[in-house]
Every structure is written in structure tokens, then in C-alpha cells.
């Protein structure tokens, strides 16, 4: 659980929550240590980040896709009359040969892939 917790950079608390919701949601009848027990336990272990042992060039991969920007504004635009939908872009980076994800933003919809190239590849550097 404190590599999970890491992983997602949550505290000890959300960590808690966030296993439990996952074991119930694979089904299984696991005990989930709370946030005081994980908080004895991280005195006693230790765990890193990981980081990327890269050495050289990166075949990079660059990917977007759109989203829908839902929730309490959409009401209050068809109310009013305004017919356009919010989207945004995730614009992605990932390493070719391990998959692993070195850069990746957000942006309005109006940004282009080729306008994004040059941060994403500055960022993974």
C-alpha cells in the first residue's frame, strides 16, 4: 500500500481509501491496514520514487485526444443559448520501448499537436 500511496503521490489517509476501494472493487474479503498502522509501517520502510536510468536518445511517441469539459456550466450554457461545447486537449509523450510517460499537458482545444512537440520533448530531456 505505501508503494501505491507513492505512485499516486496520496497521503496516508486517501492511500487507506483508495485500497479499500480496490479491493472491493476486484471482489475480494482483505484486510486494509488504516492510515495510524501506515504510518508505523513507512518509519520502517523506505520506499523511492523510481527513477528512469535513461542514457542516451528517446524514441518518443506523441498522442492527443479530446475531452468534453462536462459539469455545472453546461446547464447554464443551454440556458442561455450558447450551443458550443468546452474541450480540451491531453497531449502525451510516452517512451517507445518501455511505454513509460515522460511529459504530458493540457490545453484549450486551439493547440496543435506540432505546437506541443517542442515542450514535450524539452520536458523529457
Do not use: Y
Request: aromatic share 4%; glycine share 10%; proline share 6%.
Amino acid at each position: 500500500m505505501l508503494v501505491l500511496g507513492a505512485a499516486f503521490r496520496l497521503p496516508l489517509r486517501q492511500t487507506e481509501g483508495f485500497a479499500r476501494c480496490l479491493i472491493g472493487l476486484l471482489g475480494l474479503t482483505l484486510p486494509v491496514p488504516d492510515q495510524s498502522t501506515l504510518v508505523r509501517r513507512r518509519r520502517m520502510v523506505t520506499v523511492e520514487p523510481h527513477v528512469s536510468g535513461r542514457s542516451g536518445p528517446v524514441d518518443l511517441v506523441l498522442e492527443s485526444t479530446g475531452r468534453k469539459i462536462f459539469g455545472p456550466g453546461k446547464w447554464a450554457r443551454n440556458k442561455h443559448g450558447e450551443k458550443r461545447c468546452s474541450w480540451r486537449e491531453v497531449h502525451i509523450a510516452v517512451d517507445a520501448s518501455t511505454g513509460e510517460v515522460l511529459a504530458h499537458a493540457l490545453t484549450d482545444a486551439d493547440t496543435s499537436d506540432p505546437a506541443m512537440a517542442g515542450e514535450h520533448v524539452a520536458s523529457a530531456a
